[in-house]
């Protein structure tokens, strides 16, 4: 103050006058620079205190205070850090849960990338870094300051490849082929079960939601599959209930005949198991059965049980040709064979003796049990005793049945269960007897010749071997060499040399009768 009075005194007046301001003037322009410098320290000290945490965060390399990655807090990380942070957040620990809207038993959980997301962590870090350093700093800085938060969104990518494969193989897990109408027989007659729809996965419906709502699905971690219906061919088959009474109908029948026993037996496939055949075609309703191979080798396996351990089918026709013939209305026809025995053989009883009485060749016997002969054979003795079946090697004729009574020295002839004739004969002399047993036609020759007895045998039919190369048969009287025919007065009574004899007339009208695989039962 003092250096601005004495230059005031050294000026002229008039000088002084023309140059000097008001007091009051002065006083205004004092407080004027006052309030500019003032204003001037607001400004510049929070410019440089920003400068100064710009110029920190920037030299360490880290994220702004109050800066979110989404919910995630990364303010004062680094961007090492904050990659590491978002992987494992967004990408490693996430799981998504899908499922089919109100249904609880169907679920996955899956990883995001499983379905083709993936949070980028390099972007998203290097997004929450660039805050405060590019478009605006000293307001972000300010903001951050104060406290408030600056959001980032993470940076997401989505391969609809990747989501395609994973819900396609969700797809067949999860798919419900639909169940068509199915014809039940239900309390004595037939009902129709109406079709039940299928379900899968609409893959379409589910990946444009997905893409559409990528991010939300992401923080819900839910993401609902579409379903839709599958339609079953046939939904209803009340129309064709009147048909299906008609084919199912159908007899299928297995018959089964024992020429030892000259039993008839026959099954039918159960109406419940036909039920379970019937089809119906989806186009034009025309009902029909698919007979199952597996329903028709079940029956078949029970239908032998049931013959009992003693007993079995032959020969079963291939499955498919049994099937063939019920499909053409014919029914199946095979035979029971025998299995083999034992006999235990008795004090004082010979391999002949234990032959007559079982109906078997001795030969058939000795070959059954190695080593044996007529000579060492002796009392409890285990006899193992061949089928009876294999007196029969020719395939049956099950329509005829030659049935001889050497008691009553008679001969009836069956043709389908029915009595065709009924002829007196003659049979072996007990020194040279016929056998009992079950037999068959097995040889035609129209005059045989037997040269241990040098006579003919006309219309001669072979039964069994006696004796390897030694048949027995039926045959007309005898003619012998000499030109006498034997026997012609004994017919009724035993006289033969083991053969089954008749008059001429039968014998010729018997020859062409019965053809070979006739069975020839021969009884006491």
């Given at each position: ?5 004495t ?7 008039r ?8 007091r ?6 004092h407080?004027a ?7 001037s320290?607001?400004v510049?000290?929070?410019?440089i205190?920003?400068?100064g ?7 360490h ?8 990655v ?7 990380m680094?961007?090492?850090?904050t ?8 990408n ?17 959980l899956?990883?995001p ?10 972007e ?13 700093p000293?307001?972000d ?8 938060q600056q959001?980032?969104?993470?940076v997401?990518?989505?391969d ?30 037939w009902?129709?079960l109406?079709?039940?729809n ?25 993401l609902y ?6 339609s ?14 008609q084919v199912?109908?159908?007899?299928f029948?297995?018959q089964?005949?024992?020429p ?5 037996l026959e ?11 019937v ?5 034009t ?12 080798d ?17 020969t079963i026709?291939?499955t ?13 026809m ?8 034992t ?5 004082g ?5 234990v032959s007559?009485k079982?109906?078997m060749?001795m030969?058939?016997?000795m070959?059954?049990?190695e080593?044996?002969?007529a ?7 285990v ?10 090697p ?12 050497i008691?009553d ?15 007196i ?5 007990s020194?040279?007897?016929t ?7 097995q040889?035609h020759?129209i ?5 241990n ?10 039964i ?15 003619l ?7 026997w012609?007065?004994?017919l009724?009574s ?8 008749l008059?001429l007339?039968?014998?010729e ?16």
């Amino acid at each position: 103050m003092q250096i601005s009075q004495t230059a005031e005194r050294h000026l002229p007046s008039r000088t002084r006058e023309k140059t000097a301001l008001p007091r009051s003037r002065r006083r205004k322009i004092h407080r004027a620079d006052i309030l500019v410098g003032l204003l001037s320290l607001v400004v510049i000290i929070p410019l440089i205190f920003t400068s100064g945490v710009l110029i920190y965060f920037q030299s360490h390399q880290l994220n702004l205070p109050g800066v979110h990655v989404f919910d995630q807090d990364v303010g004062v990380m680094s961007l090492g850090d904050t990659t590491t942070l978002i992987d494992g957040y967004w990408n490693q620990s996430r799981r998504i849960n899908l499922q089919i809207p109100g249904d609880a038993q169907i679920s996955y959980l899956l990883s995001p990338a499983e379905l083709g997301l993936w949070v980028d962590p390099g972007e998203t870090a290097l997004a929450a870094y660039r805050v405060g350093r590019e478009a605006h700093p000293f307001q972000d800085v300010f903001a951050a300051l104060q406290g408030e938060q600056q959001l980032v969104m993470p940076v997401l990518y989505y391969d609809e490849m990747i989501a395609r494969q994973t819900l396609e193989s969700i797809k067949e897990e999860m798919t419900v082929l639909p169940q068509n109408a199915k014809l039940a027989y239900q309390d004595g007659e037939w009902a129709a079960l109406l079709g039940i729809n299928g379900q899968t996965l609409d893959v379409e419906a589910t990946l444009a939601d997905l893409y559409t709502n990528a991010f939300n699905i992401l923080v819900t971690g839910s993401l609902y599959l579409y379903s839709t219906d599958l339609s079953p061919e046939i939904a209803d088959l009340s129309p064709v209930l009147d048909n299906i009474a008609q084919v199912a109908a159908q007899e299928f029948r297995f018959q089964a005949y024992d020429p030892i026993t000259d039993e008839r037996l026959e099954w039918s496939v159960p109406v419940e198991i036909k039920q379970n055949w019937v089809s119906v075609d989806p186009g034009t309703h025309q009902v029909g059965l698919q007979v199952n191979s597996e329903d028709v080798d079940s029956l078949i396996e029970n239908w032998e049980m049931s013959l009992g351990d003693s007993r079995s089918f032959e020969t079963i026709p291939e499955t498919d040709s049994i099937i063939e013939k019920w499909e053409d209305g014919s029914p199946v026809m095979v035979t029971i064979h025998h299995a083999p025995t034992t006999y235990t053989v008795s004090a004082g009883e010979s391999l002949w003796a234990v032959s007559l009485k079982l109906g078997m060749p001795m030969w058939h016997i000795m070959d059954a049990n190695e080593g044996l002969t007529a000579d060492n054979i002796s009392a409890g003795m285990v006899l193992t005793i061949p089928s009876k079946n294999i007196l029969l090697p020719l395939p049956v004729v099950p329509e005829k049945r030659i049935v001889i009574d050497i008691g009553d020295q008679t001969m009836t002839v069956y043709e389908n269960g029915q009595v065709r004739n009924h002829y007196i004969v003659s049979t072996g002399m007990s020194n040279s007897p016929t056998m009992a047993g079950i037999f068959q036609i097995q040889s035609h020759e129209i005059n045989a010749y037997a040269s241990n007895w040098d006579l003919w045998m006309p219309h001669f039919m072979g039964i069994y071997e006696a004796w390897p190369g030694f048949m027995n048969g039926i045959h007309g009287l005898p003619l012998l060499s000499g030109g006498g025919r034997l026997w012609s007065s004994s017919l009724g009574s035993p006289a033969s040399y083991g053969c089954i004899i008749l008059d001429l007339a039968a014998a010729e009208n018997l020859y062409f009768w019965a053809e070979e695989g006739v069975v020839v039962e021969i009884t006491y």
